[in-house]
């Protein structure tokens, strides 16, 4: 059976701390690693990982994938307030993808 | 679209009752999924669309859980017989073909079954 687990289940910051999320994954046939936010209902995209060692950045949060330990971090730096809400690891085999816990994210002022 | 849209955003419904769940994909996308998230739970895979036909629909947590999707476009999730342990958001996604696209999501649908 596929799985995905996150660590830590939620984590509590101050505003301009770094934070690392981390994603390990146990699954046949992979084809990508996604990084989601959930604030309210709907997950939105944050990045997308297919190989190994080639980090992805989008202002304050990147993230990089290691096929060789099967797993993924996320990093956000300089943390906000508005960065608090869930952060969803999830991994696509053939059609779907199949979701950590995630990690529950708060950054107080 | 321009993104993924599903409707109602919100249904409360007695136990007992049937419900539709509607998501309409994101424009030229194939592939389509329902998802289920509980209060408080991760996100549970119910089904998955390649055009009209779903190679997987392992997810589906019981028979009172169907779907179908027509014209390779809009998709349509019926719970019969709703329990209250239905109530959750279901949520639809959509992707281009392929192991190597983005999967958007849309805003859920809020089902309470009381």
């Known amino acids: 059976e596929d799985k995905v687990v996150q660590s830590p289940l939620s984590l509590v910051v101050h505003e301009g701390d770094t934070v690392t999320l981390n994603c390990s994954y146990e699954v046949t046939n992979f084809r990508s690693l996604l990084w989601y936010k959930q604030e309210k209902k709907a997950p939105t995209f944050l990045f997308m990982l297919t190989s190994s060692g080639i980090e992805k950045k989008s202002g304050r949060l990147s993230s990089i994938l290691d096929k060789k330990e099967l797993s993924s971090i996320l990093n956000i730096t300089a943390t906000q307030t508005g960065d608090s809400a869930i952060y969803l690891c999830?991994?696509?085999?053939?059609?779907?993808?199949?979701f950590g816990q995630g990690t529950i994210l708060t950054v107080h002022p | 679209g321009a993104g993924v849209s599903q409707s109602p955003s919100n249904k409360v419904t007695e136990k007992g009752k049937d419900v539709e769940l509607r998501c309409d994909p994101i424009s030229g996308h194939t592939a389509l999924y329902w998802y289920r998230q509980s209060l408080g739970q991760g996100l549970e895979f119910l089904i998955y669309f390649q055009g009209n036909s779903a190679p997987d629909k392992s997810g589906l947590p019981s028979d009172r859980f169907s779907a179908e999707r027509t014209g390779g476009s809009v998709s349509t999730l019926t719970i019969q017989r709703t329990q209250q342990e239905d109530s959750a958001v279901y949520l639809c996604?959509?992707?281009?073909?392929?192991?190597?696209?983005?999967?958007?999501f849309g805003e859920g649908s809020w089902l309470t079954v009381v």
């Open positions: 999830a991994v696509r085999v053939y059609g779907k993808l199949t």
């Open positions: 996604a959509s992707s281009l073909e392929g192991g190597g696209n983005t999967i958007y």
